[in-house]
């Protein structure tokens, strides 16, 4: 299993310039999240997924949008770039809406707006 | 108030020293806690999870407190590879069940 996988590793982005970023796991799980990570601040919950089909906000999710329309996949599309989303973006998956259940992260995109 | 929160550290101490982390949450109703791991640069990993009953692993030991509400951390016999930064994670268990993490705390373990 490849576990989370995520693309870009990294990536530059002007200000107002649209992008997505990719997320993919193989786990058949149910549950996946974005997170962004910013000094400080810990980890920030994005938007979710309980399941194909089915998003919502999290803490955060102004300038970002999300679709699932697969199990594996769970894309986070920025659409009008500003310098505010400079971050290490985080996707994470697990089986279901368990409270116990281990999450998983994926290797984290690296994003710089300027 | 943030709904985790951790001491930001770091925390210096030689190899072989004991260590605890402490992590406080503010939603009473919380039910599920966990203490995850991450390198630098890197994407966090489970640690631990922890038990009402409290929980060891190796030279790691997880404890909770639902009275005080707050959970720990002890590394016994520290080494140089437990260096990170230490996260905890609370999951209430109501709407969106998601995962709430504190900030972390950095540890660097000295020669």
């Known amino acids: 299993n490849a576990g989370v996988t995520q693309t870009p590793k990294f990536q530059v982005l002007k200000t107002g310039q649209s992008m997505t970023l990719q997320c993919a796991q193989d786990?058949?799980?149910?549950?996946m999240s974005w997170y962004r990570q910013d000094p400080g601040m810990g980890l920030r919950l994005i938007h979710y997924s309980v399941g194909a089909g089915i998003t919502d906000q999290g803490e955060v999710p102004n300038g970002y949008n999300v679709s699932r329309s697969t199990t594996e996949d769970f894309p986070l599309r920025l659409l009008s770039a500003a310098p505010s989303q400079t971050s290490v973006y985080f996707c994470?998956?697990?089986?279901?809406?368990?409270?116990?259940?281990?999450?998983?992260f994926g290797p984290g995109t690296r994003l710089t707006v300027l | 108030r943030k709904e985790v929160e951790q001491d930001p550290g770091p925390f210096n101490v030689p190899e072989g020293a004991t260590v605890a982390f402490n992590c406080t949450y503010s939603?009473?109703?919380?039910?599920?806690f966990f203490w995850y791991r991450q390198d630098c640069r890197k994407e966090p990993k489970l640690l631990m999870s922890?038990?009402?009953s409290g929980n060891e692993d190796g030279r790691f030991t997880a404890q909770l407190n639902r009275a005080s509400q707050y959970i720990s951390l002890l590394i016994r016999d520290s080494k140089l590879s437990d260096s990170a930064t230490y996260l905890c994670?609370?999951?209430?268990?109501?709407?969106?069940?998601?995962?709430?993490f504190g900030s972390g705390t950095r540890l660097q373990v000295q020669p």
């Open positions: 939603n009473s109703a919380s039910q599920s």
């Open positions: 994470a998956s697990r089986l279901d809406r368990g409270i116990g259940n281990e999450q998983f």
């Open positions: 994670a609370v999951n209430r268990g109501t709407g969106r069940r998601a995962l709430t």
């Open positions: 786990m058949n799980h149910e549950y």
């Open positions: 922890v038990y009402s």
